[in-house]
């Protein structure tokens, strides 16, 4: 399974007065199979197989409820490609990328940096990876840290 790596995060200068951390990601695909997106925090070999403690960088986890593949007609599983105006009632897309978040307060308390690296080693069990045909998920657009006061 590959790593999602983003790109180092710059942290706020004044972290001791931070009562909450999030890692927010966006554009999370969610077109392919069901998975658990684990979290480290400065720990660029991480794998499926590290421990999901404080001393590995474990910040948390998410669970992507994918959708196993695209079993429609040519364009069913396009979200961009639908055709939407000012007076479209209805929902968004169901293959709309999300927005998921995790929050890392205690996480983050332990980075001594001044940037962190967010790590994101997706787990899909081998059942799921056999039903949705694939063990590749896309990922996310981005991620970046938002803190609270």
Not at 50 to 68: C, D, R
Not at 75 to 92: E, M, V
Not at 106 to 135: C, F, K
Request: net charge negative.
């Amino acid at each position: 399974m590959k790593q999602m790596r983003a790109k180092r995060l710059d942290l706020p200068a004044a972290r001791q007065d931070i009562a909450r951390a999030d890692l927010v990601f966006y554009g999370v695909d969610h077109s392919g199979p069901t998975y658990e997106a684990r979290v480290f925090l400065n720990n660029p070999k991480a794998t499926e197989v590290t421990p999901l403690t404080a001393e590995e960088g474990y910040a948390g986890a998410f669970t992507v409820f994918g959708h196993g593949g695209c079993f429609g007609a040519e364009g069913h599983c396009a979200p961009n490609d639908r055709y939407t105006d000012d007076f479209d009632r209805r929902p968004p897309h169901p293959l709309t990328p999300q927005t998921v978040w995790i929050t890392i307060t205690d996480a983050l308390a332990r980075v001594a940096a001044d940037q962190v690296e967010v790590n994101v080693v997706p787990v899909i069990s081998e059942g799921m990876a056999a039903l949705s045909g694939t063990s590749d998920v896309a990922g996310f657009e981005r991620v970046r840290i938002v803190t609270y006061a």
